[in-house]
RNA sequence: CGCGGGGUGGAGGAAUGGCACCUCGUCAGGCUCAUAAUCUGAAGGUCCCGGUUCGAAUCCGGGCCCCGCAACCA
């Protein structure tokens, strides 16, 4: 009974370039997850794109003296050069929030909450600068801290006694644009009315509260229970979706709405939903298939710092706009990954590029190392000494090893067509399936390479136990009989790994003259598809280490 | 006292109040098929102070530190 799947991966803020922390935090875990469902014959459709909207991306074009559009341009064909060409990611689309589908869309779930009566205007006070004739983000504003009376200092927190600027405290607000004083203004906007909307949203977190970590589930309880309040939803800046104006009745319209426009944190998740359309448009595929009726999983990918936005405000917007969609069911949440202990910053120089580092060691190795450090319950330190000795003693050494001396030991030979696998490999092969698949389906990645690591060591200790390189001049016999559950540890290895270690895993089906990794064999009938496979096996002449150790003494960072 | 998450050997992770476990590293020994790989064994630990308990990593109180919500940054 395959499953119609649905990846939703954060989407990457195009005000910047992206560090390995993302890499761990969510496009690897997506993208395992894509493969391995994709492995185990479920229908994927993963989508994501770049978030374009909102005020650092107005700031990133002031300090560099372009458009918005031009610095959303920029890191978007970045963005999308360094997935499919670098990292091969496999998303089923790629897409940005400025695309006319999205803006559509968003517009169409902006109306859906009006109607619904979810949606209420009020007032606020902004910075306005009355010789722009414009409101100012809180951003552009500097001025007098309340507090130690430090001038030009930033209108949320001073920089010079630290402490938190609450809005509308600054004294003296000045525009760091054209240094002249602003005022402080009623502006209107429309506000979410959360609070009407918790008790659906709590019923929905009741049960699909359990397919998340333990952390996820509090934290997002602990918002309930402290009562959600009304959000605004619209901000006083020209960079975004513009509100609908023409489909909304005149008494429910605010006042300069034309100069405003949809907040970021409303129309980024919308993305999940507006790109399935879109890939149904481009593949003339049915988005419906996945998103209504049974038998369907969705899983969402991020930071911590996106946590609400998924486990709360995503599944409060699907079920306005439609309460026949899908809600979220896997909601994963990483930790940070932080660089030698210490958080990535560009100001303070701690970045990691991705694209750098993975074009000195490679994919594989790098999602193999990432997977071993990924943050899934705490922020976690990737550190240049431990890279080398992870890689080296576990990827190469253990695992890389076990194939390539087996099938070493194993070469310009070929097993009878009656050798099968024992009863012992059977259940550690089948054991390490079963938990795989159980890790794979719950987003527990490091648990999952754990269950494989089990399986080489395993076969590791099979080969000393037997001494198999005495076997092989000894006893033909008996070195055909280990040779067998060798093999038949080696196969299931490469379907085990195809998820996280895509090249790796195409290369053993080189080496072995096997078809290839990428379909797993049905669950329960590991043995049966195995066992007829490792007769077919020759060792190709051209057999070479898996992976190959890291040379420190030639690093460079 | 704004809300929330976290602190376990050198590193990264487990542990319904019940013998603190796993992987890597280190050290000692074995093996030589394999990439100085592998196999066996050993040393080394619950942030601090107090409390509850026959028994605390776990529960309670107090402290210290890190992080998210909330600047450059996920």
Redesign the pocket.
Known sequence: MHKKVLIGV?W??V??E??I??LA?YLLPADICARYHRSIGNQVLMVSGSDCFGT?IT??ADKRKITPDEVVKDYHQKDTHLFREILDLSYDLYTLTNHPNHIKVTQDFFIKMLEGGYLFIDKTKQYYSPTQNRFLPD?YVVGECPFCGTEDT?S??C?SCGK?ISHGELLHPRSNLTGEDVEFKDTEHYFVDWPKLQPRIEKYVETAGRNWK??VN??TL??L??GLKPRAITRDLDWGVPIPVDRIPQDLLIENANSKRIYVWFDAVIGYFSASLLWATINEGKWEDFWFGENLKHYYFM??????FHTLFWPGQLMVYNSELHLPDVVSI?????LD?K??????GVVLKIEDIVEKYGNDLVRFYLT??M???????F?WS?LY??V???L???L???????L??YKGQKLAKTNEINEVTTSAIRNAFRKSRDFLESCQY?NYL?SV?ELT?YG??L???H????L?KTNTEEFEEVMTQLLGVVVAIGYLINPLLPEGSSRLSNYTGLRGFDKWPEDGKEIETINPLIKEIIVSDGLK?????LDKTQDTF
């Open positions: 954060a990457p803020y005000n910047g992206l560090h922390g993302h935090g650092p700031l990133e951003r930033r949320d927190q920089d938190l333990d952390w509090n934290e602990g918002w229970k402290e930071g911590k710092d996106n946590l609400v990483n930790m940070f990954l932080n202990g958080q990535f910053s560009k100001s303070r071993l450090i943050p899934e319950t705490r922020d976690s330190s550190v431990d000795e992870k080296n003693g576990v190469v050494a253990n890389g090893n076990f194939i390539h001396r087996t070493s030991l490091r754990d690591l060591a590791n200790l080969v000393d136990k001494k198999v390189w005495e092989k280490p898996l992976f190959t150790k």
